[in-house]
């Protein structure tokens, strides 16, 4: 199989999903011409033309309102949010349009939208254009929240959120872009609402998300040199969470490391741990849950305090090793 | 001897006086919401658009069914106009399965899609960007539909007001933002608020024709919306127009109205009743009597007493409704 940058592989899906179907098109700042903050649309504006693929204002609400707009009326708009930290100025239309119009219109009409942003930090970008903001929309009965981690989930998860006929965040990852990984060509689904296991193992389960899969499995080379077996599983989508892969893991291995990029207090790290502890996992565990996450602090520009502000390799390393010298 | 009453939309004797029922019976469905509410026979609250009647109507009865409304949270007049099962409405106000919504949505969600009534919104300006979208959906599709964006006064504060103004005007959007300004955002007197004489004059910075009307003119406010609405489906552009009103009930069911004197409100009420005005050019024109007139408030009374009949007669909905309609198949 051909090896493909997640950048690549985003950019397939999208180009696939709009040579099949006329309905669906692209709004969103600067992703014409530019080809976007981080190329991931670039050449679509020269295959598509500046139709479908439309270069906005900045002008986040009306953006992902227009998206709304257009999904209710029978298109299947992906809107680009530039930084996933200017939700900010597109909440109103995400939170109480998009989220509950199904609902609240008693189910007579479905949002078919896709938003997608890239957040997280390790650029140097600092603290408006760094965040890991997943969880708010987590928060939010109506919307489907998928975070990517690899090129391959990248690709066959848009595919399932364009075809989706709910509003859909996506979450890409800044780091992840130029990660490179097997991508088939031509249009394929991962389902919505599975986790994967990217690492089999038999002594802790590091549930990571994100950006976050891959420094847990480079720390899982380390520490496989020491016999430490993790396993890491990554939930891929947050809303709907594939509770049953993260309890039957726990459930073998007696132990849990949740590792997330956001913020520690009221993260997606305390759904996660939550949920190991309510399902009978909790009665498998041989230490309790441990949980690395974001520290309570904006995103520093200096790169020692950026690195310091997010779990890194060596934080996973040294958790799991005491875990594993707990008795 | 009778004698037209010239409009723009070429409206002929039997659709004015049609337009006259549709006011009329916009009315007597608020009255009835008011007399329900006050009664604890509703819950949750509600937003009357009594007074603004030719606004609502002027407007509606100029778009085609194919057309598409965003309404907003005063928006019963809008969404009866557009053509919504009156019966329906009634019931989503007692929260029944029968009703628009199913009883999930109440008198600020209400919507049918059926009839191009995209819904109604609870979050002042949250329709403009969900207009532009629709009428982007009309422009890609090459269909000739427009969107009709009502929104109110205070709404021209927010910033989704200026973010959708200018990308309805860069794209050309068959899109008309019409603006009922019925002077108060709650209890913020719009003069307060902003610091311009009519509204209709920000249409100047985002490139687009801006127009001030009588709102509560029902010829004036229909030749308004016909030039706009002509202008969107030529492909030529959206269209700001401010039609000047008046609400005679407050916000919405607790109001003491302290932010405004009574004098002021029997004044709209005597002299600028958009309903009693129009019934009397009808009537000086020759084309509706004063028996007519009562004949056509009886039946609009009927019908709402069969509104309220239908929506009595729905069921709540199960319990198993809690949960359900959350993510779309």
């Known amino acids: 199989m051909r090896e493909i940058t997640y950048t690549e592989a985003v950019r397939e899906a999208l180009s696939e999903a709009m040579r099949e179907d006329e309905s669906v098109f692209i709004l969103g700042e600067d992703i014409g011409i530019y080809g976007g903050a981080f190329g991931v649309t670039r050449g679509m504006l020269e295959e598509f033309g500046p139709k479908r693929i439309r270069h906005t204002p900045i002008s986040e609400s009306a953006i992902a309102g227009a998206a709304v707009g257009a999904a209710i009326t029978g298109m299947r708009p992906v809107f680009e949010l530039q930084f996933s930290d200017f939700i900010t100025i597109a909440l109103d239309q995400i939170v109480n349009q ?230 | 001897m009778t004698m037209t009453l010239v409009n723009k939309a070429g409206f002929n004797d039997q659709q004015l006086i049609e337009a006259y029922r549709k006011m009329c019976l916009i009315r007597l469905f608020e009255e009835k919401v008011d007399y329900f509410f006050a009664k604890g026979m509703i819950h949750g609250t509600t937003h009357l658009c009594v007074g603004q009647e030719a606004a609502a109507v002027g407007s509606g009865s100029v778009l085609r069914h194919s057309d598409w409304i965003t309404a907003t949270h005063r928006g019963h007049g809008q969404t009866i106009t557009k053509g919504t099962d009156i019966n329906k409405m009634m019931a989503e106000l007692f929260g029944k399965t029968s009703g628009t919504n199913k009883g999930k949505g109440g008198s600020m969600h209400i919507a049918d899609i059926a009839t191009g009534n995209l819904g109604a919104n609870g979050v002042v300006g949250g329709g403009y960007p969900i207009a532009c979208g629709a009428a982007l959906t009309a422009q890609m599709k090459h269909t000739d539909q427009i969107c009709l964006c009502y929104a109110g006064d205070g709404s021209t504060n927010e910033g989704s007001f200026h973010e959708s103004l200018n990308m309805a005007s860069i794209w050309k959007l068959p899109v008309v933002f019409f603006i009922e300004n019925n002077q108060y955002g709650m209890s913020g007197p719009i003069k307060e608020t902003v610091n311009i004489q009519d509204l209709s004059t920000r249409a100047v910075s985002y490139g687009m024709p801006g127009i001030t009307i009588d709102g509560n003119d029902l010829i004036a406010v229909i030749d308004a919306t016909y030039d706009a609405v002509e202008r969107a489906r030529k492909g030529e552009g959206p269209t700001l127009i401010e039609a000047k009103t008046y609400r005679w009930k407050g916000h919405s069911k607790s109001d003491a109205k302290k932010y405004r004197t009574r004098e002021e409100e029997e004044m709209w009420k005597t002299e600028r009743d958009p309903i009693a005005n129009f019934k009397a050019k009808l009537i000086q024109a020759g084309l509706l009597s004063e028996a007519q007139s009562e004949e056509i408030l009886a039946k609009a009374a009927e019908v709402i007493e069969n509104a309220v009949a239908f929506a009595e007669a729905g069921s709540k909905p199960d319990v198993d409704q809690l949960m359900t309609d959350i993510y779309a198949e």
């Open chain 1, 98 to 327: 998009a989220a509950k119009i199904h609902y609240m219109y008693g189910g007579n009409v479905s949002i078919p939208l896709v938003m997608r942003t890239p957040g997280g930090s390790g650029t140097g970008a600092a603290a408006q254009h760094s965040q890991s903001l997943e969880n708010w929309t987590a928060h939010i009965p109506g919307l489907i929240v998928i975070q990517p981690s690899t090129a391959y989930d990248a690709k066959g998860l848009l595919h399932s959120a364009i075809a989706n006929n709910n509003p859909v965040m996506f979450y890409e990852h800044k780091l992840c872009y130029r990660t490179k990984g097997d991508v088939p060509e031509g249009k394929y689904f991962i389902p919505i609402g599975v986790a994967d296991i990217k690492r089999p193992g038999k002594d802790i389960s590091v549930i990571a998300t994100s950006y976050m899969v891959h420094k847990a499995l480079e720390a899982a080379e380390i520490l496989a040199l020491e016999g430490i077996d993790i396993e890491v599983v990554d939930p891929r989508t947050l809303v709907p969470l594939d509770k049953k892969t993260i309890v039957d893991s726990v459930k073998k291995t007696g132990r849990a490391l949740v590792v997330t990029e956001a913020v520690k207090r009221s993260g997606f790290s305390s759904e996660l741990a939550a949920v190991i502890s309510e399902e009978e996992s909790f009665d498998y565990l041989d230490h309790p849950i441990v949980r690395l996450a974001g520290a309570e602090t904006p995103i520093p520009y200096e790169p020692t305090l950026e690195k310091l502000a997010v779990p890194q390799v060596d934080d996973i390393v040294t958790a799991c090793r005491k875990i594993m010298a707990a008795k």
